[in-house]
């Protein structure tokens, strides 16, 4: 079963960037990868998703424009480029692993989650 683990979360201010990454234990090549946040209160939330070849991206309306999703399937990781940050974008950040080597974003087509990282973004 694959392992994910997030890391480059922190504080940051509005309008600076941060970049997330997840390491995957398996080989995550054949898969979509994709990124979800939850805030305080709220339900978890799409952020963006990308195909198992990179080809194809998504991204919440809320993001796009700011967020980069991208994939080095040699290193078996993921990243999100933030920029831009903005005080509702403070959540826990969540990396997962689809189902299918094509890009969703629908949370039921992702299989293995990873812990989250805590992205604040103060104003």
């Known amino acids: 079963q694959a392992q994910l683990v997030e890391s480059g979360g922190g504080l940051v201010q509005a309008g600076d960037s941060l970049r997330l990454s997840c390491a995957a234990s398996?080989?995550?090549?054949?898969?979509?990868m994709g990124w979800f946040r939850q805030a305080p209160g709220k339900e978890r939330e799409f952020v963006a998703a990308?195909?198992?070849?990179?080809?194809?991206?998504y991204y919440a309306d809320s993001v796009k424009g700011r967020f980069t999703i991208s994939r080095d399937n040699a290193k078996n990781t993921l990243y999100l480029q933030m920029s831009a940050l903005k005080p509702e974008d403070t959540a826990v950040y969540y990396c997962?692993?689809?189902?299918?080597?094509?890009?969703?974003?629908?949370?039921?087509?992702?299989?293995?989650w990873g812990q989250g990282t805590q992205v604040t973004v103060s104003s």
């Open positions: 990308v195909s198992w070849s990179a080809v194809t991206t």
């Open positions: 398996g080989d995550m090549k054949m898969y979509s």
């Open positions: 997962a692993q689809g189902r299918w080597a094509l890009a969703s974003m629908n949370a039921t087509e992702f299989v293995h």
